[in-house]
């Protein structure tokens, strides 16, 4: 009954540490928006990893990864030709909202509106979430990312655009909210604090849920 009871312990001690990694990030987003009125773009100038390394740029130790080691899924060795193990899962990005279908006239995330035309990016502006409190900003995300699939040398991952989002993508298998901490995830919103809710709860199609996820705080089911 020990060893039950130690690696209960461990795992909520790996969940609290997750959290107080999140709270860091969430103090680096709001230090950035402060100064630049703006969210950092997901992707800029055809270079992945925007968003991390505008927050770096704020302050440079931040902690990027879960501390939950996870053995990656299939995809991921398929797209990363991974063979270096269990990873420690990036943190994902609410760059997208909760987007599965459809053309919303601007991206209710975080991440920036691409202009179609001539591929340029605007920043998100701060005032665009109308409740920050009820805002999804970062948090455990999948393990999937938007790269060629079979072209990354192994074990060597450059910065990418690691999201965040409410939906399993069935072509893939893959959930864009994580589930190592006893099927559950850590989320910061856009006033700094952190939530825990079981994976089911953050992918949930409700109303409850996918409005968390979008700046206006509403629903927007014909996105679903």
């Not at 107080?20 to 703006?38: E, K, M």
């Not at 991952?157 to 893939?172: E, G, L, R, V």
């Amino acid at each position: 009954m020990l060893l039950p009871a130690l690696a209960n312990a461990a795992q909520r001690a790996r969940t609290t540490k997750c959290g107080s990694n999140l709270r860091q990030l969430g103090v680096a987003l709001n230090l950035y928006t402060q100064d630049a009125n703006c969210f950092p773009l997901a992707t800029q100038n055809g270079v992945t990893g925007a968003w991390q390394v505008s927050l770096q740029s704020v302050t440079p130790a931040l902690p990027l990864h879960c501390p939950v080691l996870v053995v990656p899924t299939a995809n991921f060795v398929q797209i990363f030709n991974w063979t270096g193990g269990p990873v420690y899962p990036h943190y994902g990005y609410n760059a997208l909202g909760a987007v599965y279908q459809g053309s919303p006239p601007y991206n209710p995330g975080l991440g920036g509106d691409v202009n179609l035309a001539n591929g340029s990016r605007t920043a998100t502006s701060v005032n665009r979430v109308v409740n920050p409190a009820q805002m999804i900003s970062l948090g455990d995300s999948s393990l999937f990312l938007d790269v060629m699939f079979g072209t990354q040398p192994a074990t060597n991952i450059p910065n990418q655009i690691y999201i965040a989002f409410p939906y399993k993508i069935q072509s893939i298998n893959n959930t864009g909210v994580g589930d190592w901490h006893g099927k559950g995830a850590n989320f910061v919103f856009g006033d700094g604090h952190i939530q825990f809710a079981p994976q089911s709860v953050w992918i949930a199609a409700s109303d409850a849920s996918r409005r968390l996820w979008n700046s206006d705080n509403q629903p927007h089911p014909e996105w679903w």
